[in-house]
């Protein structure tokens, strides 16, 4: 085995994304006749430590382009973590035969990871949903950087040049000025146009611990069936429903997506599928 190879056998360490990024810039590239045989030998053989060497020496390229995607807001950890699920994936499907390099090959499944996850989770509200409105969400928001606000004559350059309709460029670029609002928002209570947050009055009771209760009947313990429940969930989803219902304060869904780091719609996602799971487990004992 070569010294690169042998190289890339280290273990990455566990701790702050600085010193991953530090890490992977130190594992050394492969050249073109390792990267060959590593190829040939997961593709004829599915061995799958050529595979784990073939990801390990391109992760560097990977948060290159990670980095290239961080004007949308989301952490850079996050557009890393997908952009390696691109990376594996381009390695599963490489075909040693063609005569590229793999990075050439690789470049569009990391890339697509990454907008994918972008558009999942730039807005509560999905921003582009057809293929030319994805399309038009990376380009046209590189292009309004440059000039702002278009002109009639710019968006019918812009719909040329990527070849969609003038009034496709002209809804993607009302989406991307809209803003989402946040659903408990706090309020000023001096300010007269301060918007009411519709935490207040759209307030969801259907999950409420207390509230599943109330549809049982009143033999035995109903706190003891709470908390049974509750212990049969997984860790996070405990947090979650105790953090959010049976704590005070309450915690939001935005304090909550920060703790976990992901997003407040997961969250919510999360909150849910507890719930539910919550609700069959009181049903079951009562």
């Known amino acids: 085995m070569s010294s690169s190879l042998q190289a890339i056998n280290i273990g990455l360490p566990i701790g702050s994304l600085e010193a991953y990024i ?4 130190q594992i050394p590239l492969l050249d073109r006749e390792e990267e060959q045989d590593l190829a040939d030998r997961f593709f004829s053989q599915q061995d799958v430590e050529a595979a784990r060497l073939l990801v390990m020496s391109h992760l560097r390229y990977v948060v290159r382009i ?3 995607y961080m004007g949308y807001g989301l952490a850079l950890g996050d557009l890393i973590q997908e952009g390696n699920i691109g990376l594996m994936k381009a390695v599963k499907r490489f075909d040693p035969s063609i005569g590229v390099r793999l990075i050439s090959f690789a470049v569009h499944w990391i890339k697509a990871e990454i907008q994918e996850f972008i558009l999942k989770n730039w807005r509560i509200v999905k921003v582009a949903t057809t293929k030319a409105q994805r399309k038009l969400f990376f380009n046209l928001r590189k292009a309004k950087q440059r000039l702002g606000w278009f002109s009639q004559e710019e968006i019918n350059e812009v719909a040329k040049d990527l070849n969609v309709a003038p009034e496709t460029v002209r809804e993607m ?17 001096d ?18 611990p207390a509230r599943l209760l109330e549809h049982h009947d009143s033999t035995g313990s109903n706190h003891d069936k709470l908390h049974d429940a509750l212990a049969n969930l997984d860790q996070r989803s405990q947090e979650i429903l105790t953090k959010r219902w049976l704590a005070e304060p309450k915690a ?10 992901v997003s407040a719609e997961r969250i919510r996602q999360l909150e849910q599928n507890a719930m539910k799971r919550l609700r069959s487990a009181i049903e079951e004992v009562a």
């Open 22 to 25: 530090s890490r992977v810039n």
């Open 66 to 68: 990670a980095r290239t």
């Open 173 to 189: 670029e009302t989406r991307l000025a809209a803003h989402d609002a946040s659903f408990d928002m706090p309020t000023e209570e």
């Open 191 to 208: 300010d007269s146009e301060s918007t009411t947050a519709p935490i207040l009055y759209l307030e969801d009771h259907r999950y409420d």
């Open 252 to 261: 939001t869904l935005q304090e909550l997506a920060a703790h976990y780091n």
